[in-house]
């Protein structure tokens, strides 16, 4: 696990399935914290996917690359890696691939949980999980085993429910489970946080008396449940950690298959203002979305603002430009094809400025990229200039590559007066919607 000395300057790339979320966006945004402190530019792609996602957007500008889960396939993994890119996965395991695996200290912290349990004198411990996904799979393991190593555990077979998502109806249908089995179990840990939510709120109207231990400090817990036992996995010691390992694998120092951090236990406690910053101590966006009046705006716009956006065919994409200042500068839109060997090719069809809209289609010759190199600054294209921070949106339409829509930063701010989380949470509905109405019109095409 070792590449070239540490490069000059850095650039930092996450593939991610998504970028908002308790876990994900709030693991992206420490990310991208960190960059702004250390001037690394960073470039964020949401793939929109688990394990398929095989496009090389821009691999040969990048230092380092850290990919969340399994956000692209085990082949691109394996393309970048053989660049002699230092390659860090998070909660994700890319064996063979000599990949290290950073994240949550999955059996500390079930141990740190169980035990917690055990001292209030529970004896017999549910669980509840998403046994397809790595981290979730790992937690139900160790709880497992937890259980065969305690004599005095009346834990069995029949304690343990599986669901079917780690959302909140997965936790509302492992409560009906339990409630029609007749579990005497009189604690449960949820292998996520919104599970151990909806598995509290049903368990809390049947008037049963449970604890309930849930995995993710989500923010709306001490909100809606808050009487669950949270395990912090300090996602941003999780951040810290991936950009850490890959300047180890820069300097050629050696680096452990898993780097793991240790996770901790927000308890409920009678001071509600006590309990809110716990969850919110270190969240990146945490000042911004005090101000009531940006939050407001956020909330209240979402559908307009992107509903016009859409009507104007995209024209009016950069409306959105005041509230997101710090991460879109400029904006590039380009169609997908493939090329010699199947290699894909971006072809640019329309790019934003603050003021301005400019139809590239006309172009002679158009103006393209191949996918490891997109963007790169061409003769007389002052169209698109690669910001400190970098974020593209590639859209799939009936389950096809159709392009990529790109956004550009003009600095690395570590203080920021615009969400990160709510940018991307907006581009994001407007590529969905855009894809709804372009596989609308495909279907409307076949069916004449």
């Given amino acids: 696990m070792t590449s070239a000395s540490q490069p000059d300057n850095q650039h930092i790339a996450v593939f991610s399935p998504y970028l908002q979320g ?14 702004s402190i250390n001037h690394y530019k960073l470039t964020a792609i949401r793939t929109d996917s688990l394990a398929t996602f095989d496009i090389p957007l821009g691999v040969s500008h990048f230092t380092g690359v850290i990919i969340l889960k399994n956000a692209i396939s085990p082949s691109l993994a394996d393309r970048i890696l053989t660049m002699g890119i230092p390659v860090v996965s998070i909660a994700y395991d890319y064996y063979p691939l000599e990949i290290p ?8 912290a ?16 549910a669980y509840v999980g998403d046994f397809s996904q790595y981290d979730l799979r790992k937690r139900f393991e160790y709880f497992g085993n937890l259980c065969d190593q305690d004599s005095n555990s009346n834990s069995d077979l029949d304690t343990f429910y599986p669901v079917d998502n780690s959302l909140y109806r997965g936790g509302l249908n492992a409560a009906k489970a339990f409630l029609k089995r007749g579990d005497t179990s009189t604690a449960v840990i949820c292998g996520a946080g919104l599970t151990a939510i909806g598995f509290y709120e049903k368990i809390n109207k049947s008037n049963r008396k449970i604890d309930v231990v849930g995995f993710d400090a989500t923010s709306i817990t001490p909100i809606y449940a808050p009487n669950i036992i949270a395990v912090d996995q300090n996602l941003h010691l999780i951040a810290h950690k991936a950009l850490a390992v890959i300047k180890n694998i820069q300097q050629q120092e050696e680096v452990q298959r898993e780097e793991l951090v240790p996770a901790r236990l927000i308890l409920p406690n009678e001071n509600k203002d006590a309990t809110l910053n716990d969850y919110m101590v270190t969240c990146t966006e945490k000042n911004i979305l005090a101000n009531p009046n940006y939050a407001k705006a956020l909330i209240t716009n979402n559908y307009e603002w992107t509903k016009q956006i859409i009507d104007s065919n995209l024209d009016e994409l950069m409306s959105i430009y005041p509230v997101f200042r710090d991460f879109m500068q400029a904006g590039l839109l380009c169609r997908t094809k493939l090329g010699a060997n199947n290699e894909t090719q971006l072809i640019a069809t ?39 921070i970098n974020t593209h949106f590639p859209i799939t339409v009936g389950g096809k590559s159709w392009g990529v829509l790109s956004f550009s930063g003009p600095a690395n701010l570590a203080e920021t007066n615009s969400s990160y989380m709510g940018f991307t ?17 495909t279907v409307l095409k076949t069916s004449e």
């Fill in 22 to 35: 308790f876990y994900l966006g709030e693991i992206v945004d420490q990310i991208r914290q960190l960059c």
């Fill in 110 to 125: 079930v141990a740190l949980a169980y035990n917690y349990l055990k001292e209030l004198g529970h004896k017999q411990i």
């Fill in 101 to 108: 695996v950073v994240g949550c200290d999955n059996e500390q």
């Fill in 350 to 388: 329309r790019a934003y400025t603050e003021s301005e809209t400019i139809n590239l289609v006309s172009m002679d010759p158009p103006l393209s990229f191949s996918a490891d190199t997109y963007p790169v600054e061409k003769q007389n294209s002052h169209i698109f200039i690669e910001g400190m």
């Fill in 425 to 441: 949470s907006y581009v994001d509905t407007i590529t969905q919607n855009l894809t709804h109405v372009l596989l609308a019109k």
